[in-house]
């Protein structure tokens, strides 16, 4: 098969989409059951899901500054 060049950045975003979902599937890993115990650990599940994603905030027009989405 042969060598495909792929643009740098392209493989920049595969690397944080990777850790990305490396970062969730540990934070998965923490979950307890517990609605409070959960609550933060949720949160950050959450967020890294919409940066994952590539969503913002409804009718939002500038980047959010909580997650970075």
Known sequence: MPYIQTPKHYR?????KESLEQEIQALNAQLTGDMFKDMDIKDKIHNLTMKLNGVKPMDSSFECVGCGS
């Open 12 to 16: 920049i975003m595969e690397m944080t």
